[in-house]
């Protein structure tokens, strides 16, 4: 079984809601996953409404999530952790504990557009351009994943 971790800031917006997609559209495989925040301001808090009603629309279910923030151990617990965007990368490389080898890596590494920030929607209020993004990636981070399996 494959143990993924999303990371983005707050844990609010585009973290959960990469969870919420791949969960959905990778229902068949057996995967762990997750999501927390390099920031501490909102743990324990559910998704932002606004993203909520956007996953929603779209058929997916974010209500039971809760924020959370990236601790070292995640580094043991998961196989595979996925950044949102390059400040979410550098922070989570800063913090891998020495000799680790979990990949980190960005999530349009799996999209039409590799290397590209997903923005983030808190701030820029485009909360369907945000998962329009990450749809796209997950897409292809699930092709990745059933590649692995054959």
Known sequence: MTSILF???????????AEGVVRAMAADLELTLDSAGTGPWHVGEAPYGPMQAVANSRGYDLSTLRARQI?????????????????NQRDVQAMRPKGNTTPVRMLSDYSKKPGTDVPDPYYSRDF???????????RGLIAALRDQEQ
Do not use: Q, W
């Open 7 to 17: 990371v983005c800031l707050g844990n609010i917006c585009r973290s959960p809601s």
């Open 71 to 87: 601790t070292r151990d995640d580094f043991d617990r998961f196989d595979l952790i996925i950044t949102m965007d390059k400040n």
């Open 128 to 138: 369907d351009g945000t998962l329009d993004m990450i749809e796209d990636a997950a």
